[in-house]
C-alpha cells in the first residue's frame, strides 16, 4: 500500500472521528434541552397550584398531565403525596455530567392543594455532610406544627456554608417573594462542565433576598463571605 493510499485512509478515518464526536455532541446537546425544558415545565406547572386554594381536582389534573414524571404517589382517605422527577440520566451515565435531579411534588388535604415542594440537586460528592447542591423550596397553605411561631412566611432555614439554599414560605407570602422563591435556574442541571457549587446557582433571586436578609438582621457579612468565598460571582 502506497504512503499516499495510507495518508487518504487516515484522512478519512480522522473525518469519520470528526463527524461522529460532532453528532454526538449534537444529540447530548438535544437531549439536554429536552430535559431542561421538561423540567421548566414542571416547574411552571406545579406553581401554577395554590396552596389553600387549588382543588383535588387541579392536582389530579397535574398529576395527569405529568404521569410519566410521577416518581411516588401515596394516598390515604383525606391525604395524599405525590412527587414527580426528571433526571439528567443519560449525561450522567456517559459521565459528561455529575448526577442532577428536578424534584417536585404536593400535597394534597381535604380536598386542596395543602403544600408544595420543589427541588433542584447536583451531585458534589466533596462535601462530608451534603453529597449534592441545592436549591430546595418548600410552600404551605400553613406552616406544621414544628414550624409555626419558628419563622416568618418567607424565610431561610438554612446553616451558613452548607451548599444549599432552604427556602420556606406559606399562603401569606406575598405574590413577589413567592415568585423569587421558585425563579429556578435550570443552567445547572444541563450545564458543560463541573462547578455549580454554590446555593446561587439554583436560586439566584432567594440567594439575594437571603443575603439581604442576613444583612438587616446584623449578621456578620464577613463571616457569610468566608464560607462563600466565591459568591462575589452571584448575580441576581
Given at each position: ?80 403525596v405525590t412527587t414527580f422527577k426528571v433526571t439528567n440520566r ?147
Amino acid at each position: 500500500m502506497s504512503e499516499v493510499s495510507i495518508k487518504r485512509i487516515w484522512l478519512k478515518f480522522s473525518v469519520s472521528l470528526a463527524a461522529l464526536g460532532l453528532l454526538a455532541s449534537i444529540v447530548l446537546a438535544c437531549y439536554g434541552f429536552i430535559v431542561r425544558g421538561q423540567a421548566e415545565l414542571l416547574l411552571r406547572d406545579v406553581t401554577a397550584l395554590r396552596v389553600g386554594e387549588s382543588s383535588e381536582a387541579d392536582a389530579l389534573n397535574f398529576f395527569t398531565k405529568h404521569k410519566k414524571f410521577c416518581s411516588n404517589r401515596a394516598c390515604e382517605q383525606d391525604f395524599c403525596v405525590t412527587t414527580f422527577k426528571v433526571t439528567n440520566r443519560w449525561l450522567e451515565a456517559l459521565r459528561v455530567e455529575p448526577y442532577a435531579e428536578f424534584y417536585v411534588g404536593y400535597t394534597v388535604e381535604n380536598g386542596k392543594v395543602s403544600a408544595i415542594h420543589a427541588s433542584l440537586a447536583r451531585s458534589m460528592p466533596i462535601y462530608p455532610t451534603f453529597s449534592a447542591s441545592a436549591g430546595i423550596v418548600d410552600e404551605y397553605s400553613k406552616y406544621p406544627s414544628y414550624l409555626v411561631g419558628r419563622q416568618g412566611h418567607y424565610a431561610f432555614p438554612t446553616p451558613i456554608g452548607k451548599p444549599y439554599l432552604s427556602v420556606h414560605l406559606d399562603s401569606q407570602a406575598t405574590p413577589i417573594q413567592r415568585e423569587r422563591a421558585f425563579a429556578f435556574s435550570f443552567r445547572c442541571f444541563v450545564k458543560p462542565g463541573w462547578g455549580c457549587n454554590l446555593p446561587c446557582d439554583y436560586l439566584p433571586l432567594a440567594w439575594q433576598d437571603w443575603k439581604s436578609d442576613l444583612n438587616n438582621t446584623g449578621f456578620p457579612m464577613d463571616y457569610f463571605n468566608n464560607a462563600y468565598p466565591n459568591n462575589a460571582r452571584c448575580k441576581p
